[in-house]
């Protein structure tokens, strides 16, 4: 009878410790995707202090072809997270045509849109609070709905952007 509630202890303090572990193994990973996401918006500085809201300490920060890759340490366990970046290069006439919402609206929105295709080729899809707002002012900024169901993909106008 002893030795089986003592195998039943060990198991018990076996399966509590696994069990830490593994919340701090989410923890950190949690840590880590929220450093990347930072990184990716407001650079490593940001990065940090969101780690450390999470109770982490950014260990690096590396960019590569505008994906941010951030490595988080929380004790003995460390984590990596990937993000990509906002914005990134525009086809010219859809960066006038962001430009020009953008004076319109009163807001940036070239960190606000998610570029479709290369350089945006494709259009753009914006936040669903935007769409509204940026389809009332197609006519003068040159961003139009591109249709097919779609609300909040947002193509150069015709009329502005031949071809």
Known sequence: ???????????????ANLAGRAQRVAQVQTAADAAALAAAQGG???????????????VAVEEIDGV????????????????????????????AALGRAGQILDE????????LGPLGEAGIEVPRR??????????HSGLCRAGGGRPLHFVLCRANHPG
């Open 130 to 139: 935007l769409a509204a707002r940026l389809a009332a002012v197609s006519h």
């Open 1 to 15: 009878m002893v030795l089986v509630l003592a195998a039943v202890l060990v198991g018990a303090l076996a399966l």
């Open 44 to 58: 490593r500085g940001a990065a940090a202090a969101l780690a450390a809201a999470n109770g982490a300490e950014l």
């Open 108 to 115: 940036d929105l070239a960190g606000a849109v998610r570029l």
């Open 68 to 95: 941010v890759l951030a490595e988080v340490a929380l004790g003995v366990e460390t984590a990596l997270a990937a993000a990509a970046q906002a914005g990134g290069p525009l086809a010219p006439a859809l960066a």
